[in-house]
């Protein structure tokens, strides 16, 4: 099937997120300047750059999240593993400005090393970042849409050494979760190693 954007799909739901994933999740968390913490998981969510290491993620409307980092230019990205799934569904909950979302998961809160965001303690590994900038992208048409684009700069990495094997981040381990199309997730349970092809003269 074809269809235009603009006509719609026809189908139940949209396939588009099904398309683009798996998505790893960017559970962000931030403090505000009066101190109010935040939780929050964006399915938009990647790395842009790694010298320096830069992340990003993007919110789709002016969210708690948006309004936090921008008021005192610090988050931290945390893992989102298999066995904290549930609690970061709960951190997905449209809750009131100042309820936090820690309190109500049952996670643990717990202060970063470089920054004044909270990270959570049952992670696994978690980014301190600090914000470098907040782009509010436009359409085709120049006209600003709804999302907001948060970026910012690496600055600290937490390793819970139990995902370690030999010095790496065992993905078998960390068991990251991603978000696929519709109210799908996955995990990671095997991995496969391919390794980028050499060029010579011959074209082989």
């Known amino acids: 099937m074809f269809y235009r954007y603009e006509d719609g799909h026809g189908l139940?739901?949209?396939?588009?997120?099904?398309?683009?994933?798996p998505?790893?999740?960017?559970?962000i968390s931030s403090r505000s300047k009066e101190g109010k913490?935040?939780?929050?998981?964006?399915?938009?969510?990647?790395?842009?750059?790694?010298k320096p290491c830069m992340l990003m993620f993007s919110s789709e409307g002016y969210k708690d999240s948006?309004?936090?980092?921008?008021?005192?230019?610090?988050f931290a990205a945390n893992l989102v593993s298999a066995n904290l799934s549930v609690a970061m569904n709960a951190t997905s909950v449209n809750a009131p400005r100042g309820v936090s979302e820690f309190e109500y998961s049952g996670l643990t809160p717990t202060d970063c090393t470089l920054i004044?965001?909270?990270?959570?303690?049952?992670?696994?590994?978690?980014l301190e970042c600090v914000l470098t900038d907040v782009q509010?992208?436009?359409?085709?048409?120049?006209?600003?849409?709804?999302?907001?684009?948060?970026?910012?700069e690496v600055v600290g990495v937490h390793i819970n050494e139990a995902i370690l094997t030999n010095g790496l981040v065992d993905m078998t381990k960390a068991q990251p979760v991603s978000r696929l199309g519709y109210m799908d997730?996955?995990?990671v349970s095997e991995t496969f190693q391919m390794f980028r092809p050499r060029w010579n003269e011959s074209g082989s």
């Open 12 to 21: 139940p739901h949209d396939p588009l997120k099904a398309i683009v994933s």
């Open 23 to 27: 998505r790893p999740i960017g559970w």
């Open 37 to 50: 913490v935040n939780l929050a998981p964006y399915s938009f969510f990647n790395m842009i750059s790694t």
């Open 66 to 74: 948006v309004a936090f980092i921008e008021e005192t230019g610090e």
């Open 116 to 126: 004044g965001a909270p990270r959570v303690a049952e992670a696994y590994a978690t």
């Open 136 to 152: 509010n992208p436009k359409d085709r048409h120049g006209n600003p849409v709804s999302a907001f684009v948060v970026i910012g």
């Open 185 to 187: 997730f996955a995990s």
